[in-house]
C-alpha cells in the first residue's frame, strides 16, 4: 500500500491559479509514477496527466492539449527531495470545479500515457466561483 496525501485545494475564485500537491511516502516515493485526475461531482474521473519516476517525463492527457477549456492550464512538476508532484492549474474557471486525486503505479508497470493507476489519495476538492 502507498499513502498519498493531496492538499492545495479550497474556494478560489475564476482567474486565479491553484497549486495542488501530492505527497508521498519518503522512503519509496521515487519507485512510483504519480498521476493527476479529477472528477466533477457526477462524472467520470478525468485522467489530466502523469510524472514518471524522477519527473524527467510528464504526459499529459490529449485534452490539455486539445480541449478548449483546459488548453495550456495545467502543469505537472516532481520534486523527489520533498517527495511531491505538483499539479499547477491556472486561469481556473468553474469547470475545474472537482475533487482533485493523485495515484501512484510502480515505475516498472507504468506505461505514459496508461490510466491505469494502482494506489490512490483520498483527494482534495477545488471549487471555483465565478
Known amino acids: 500500500q502507498v499513502e498519498l496525501v493531496e492538499s492545495g485545494g479550497g474556494l478560489v475564485q475564476a482567474g486565479d491559479s491553484l497549486k495542488l500537491s501530492c505527497t508521498g511516502p519518503?522512503?519509496?516515493?521515487?519507485?512510483?509514477?504519480i498521476a493527476w485526475f479529477r472528477q466533477p461531482s457526477g462524472k467520470e474521473p478525468e485522467f489530466i496527466g502523469a510524472?514518471?519516476?524522477?519527473?524527467?517525463?510528464?504526459?499529459?492527457?490529449?485534452?490539455?492539449y486539445h480541449k478548449e477549456s483546459m488548453k495550456g492550464r495545467f502543469t505537472i512538476s516532481r520534486d523527489n527531495a520533498r517527495y511531491t508532484v505538483t499539479l499547477q492549474v491556472d486561469n481556473l474557471t468553474p469547470e475545474d470545479t472537482a475533487h482533485y486525486y493523485c495515484?501512484?503505479?510502480?515505475?516498472?508497470?507504468?506505461?505514459?500515457?496508461?490510466?491505469?493507476?494502482?494506489?490512490w489519495g483520498l483527494g482534495t476538492q477545488v471549487t471555483v466561483s465565478s
Open positions: 510524472s514518471n519516476w524522477n519527473g524527467a517525463s510528464i504526459y499529459y492527457a490529449a485534452n490539455v
Open positions: 495515484a501512484a503505479r510502480d515505475r516498472a508497470q507504468y506505461i505514459p500515457g496508461s490510466t491505469r493507476f494502482d494506489y
Open positions: 519518503p522512503r519509496t516515493f521515487n519507485n512510483y509514477a
